[in-house]
């Protein structure tokens, strides 16, 4: 089907949520005679629901059929949906691509002005102003994913495209899809109009405060367009014992960020299945059991037969995005566990450096913990917000990790990549010190209010160990969460320190604070956050304590090699 030929639509323009199409067409009724928006309710009404999970969204026929129902209109204003609808958006833009059509692009640019129009409609839904930025915060990275993920597909099919990043009014001119023609000059006109009031505080609310907390947020989330290109998940079956009989993954989401979270459930039906087989699921080198046997009627429709068919389901779980390792689906019957499926991502080039970004000053810092991360988050927001850090300053966060673990983002485009970097070893001894001695973190007490915590003490590990017992048992004692993001190695956190413009040994600290205050001309006070526990020399160190932990981080003495090296 030529679509061309068809209508006389020649120009397709995609917005953000903050440009909503819907919204335009209420503020304006005549902008329906201009442009025609296709509603996330009417693709349900064109695909089939019936064929199991995901294959609605995956129909080859899709944009085809919906791009049927387009009037004859010069414009088609198309906003970019929520995220069960990303497929939609790229096998429209597929089509159109292949149609002739020029598309643009428009979309908010400044994060203040895109973050203050967010926290302005979230006040609509929150009773307390210092969770409307989380809400803000959310839906402004979900955003710019979808933003970032059409522009990246634009790109790559080599489409006829503009991209228009929108600051102020007077941009509005610039729009490159202008003809000498009354309608074109009609729909500017009209969108100007639209503009007007996302420029503007909603009258209803306290325009002071939450100018306030956008501007604040502003400090820590970067353009669109300076962000590296998000994972994209794949899910495939790894079934090499030939276990499985049948295994269905809902759907993904087309893009994720580094680390962005995302909920995912599946079926799984096992060939001999037995009521004692288990699932699990390995993240980050942690085992989560899935709780499997909900209900299950595709499957049991495909087998009547099978008892076992009805309740092969397991509940949704929050999965983490990650290039590596993969996530893995495991099958346990007795004491053995067998792979059976796994979600990959893709990766994107040049790999990400995950971090804090404080945008105004393009300045991007990776924490890693235990190399003074908490001193360091501490001065950064005091350094930004003029003030220190307490609960509930800025949003609903009661600790600035949680404040910041919020707001991590893609540094690649900054103009200074930073990190603090610490001698592997003496990075462990002092995480030992910390989190088991004087945070207690092996204590019965503290895993009993843990995930898993009573399988945990079932091992009958020691839970007051001491260095030589806890370095013997240390993979073990990694299955405690905390354990295992203090002393994770440095080299499962970043690629490589070629990614940085500038990378400080721990013992530089104080140049690491000054540089900073030099960068963004501003001051705070230095404070040394985590100071629990007593300093352990590595002589403390039995001589294969020390050969395991150089074997341990045998990966991370290869990262620092021009800053440390490992002991004889």
Known sequence: MNLTHRNTAKHWIWTDRTLHASEIAFLNPDLAKLSFALNPLDIDHITDQDSGWGSAWHSKNLSQKALKLLPDVPYVLQQIPCDTHQDFVYACISSLTRAGYTQSFLYLHDPFLRLRHYIS???????????????????????????????????????????????????????????????????????????????EFNPNYDGELLGDLSRAESYWLPDVRKTVKPLRPIFRITDEKDMVKEFRSSPLPHNVWPNQSFNWAGSVYLKEQKASDQLYLEMNKTLHPLIWGQSSPVIAKIYPDDAAAKFCRFREVKLIANQSPRIEVLAASGDERSSIGAIEFSAPSPAYIDGILVNSHSLGYTPIPKVACTSIKEFLFELMHGEPFTPSLIDDSTHVHQFFDRRLVPINFADHRIIVVRDPIQRFLSGYSNRVLHHKELTEEYILRQPNGAAFLAKNLPTTPDIDVFVENFESYRAVATIDHHFRPISEYIPTLECYTNVYPFERLNDFFSDLMQITKKSAAIRHAQRGGSKIDKSRLSPDSLIKLKRIFAADYDLLGQHYRAPE
Do not use: M, Y
């Open 121 to 199: 409609i979230c006040a609509n839904f929150k009773e307390r102003d210092r969770e409307i930025c989380s809400a803000a915060i959310k839906c402004e990275l979900q955003d710019r994913l979808l933003i970032r993920g059409a522009i990246d597909l634009l790109e790559s099919k080599s489409t006829h495209f503009h991209d228009l990043p929108l600051t102020n009014l007077s941009d509005i001119d610039q729009a490159p899809w202008r003809l000498d023609n009354d309608s074109s000059t009609e729909f500017t006109s009209l969108l100007r109009q639209h503009l007007s009031r996302v420029f």
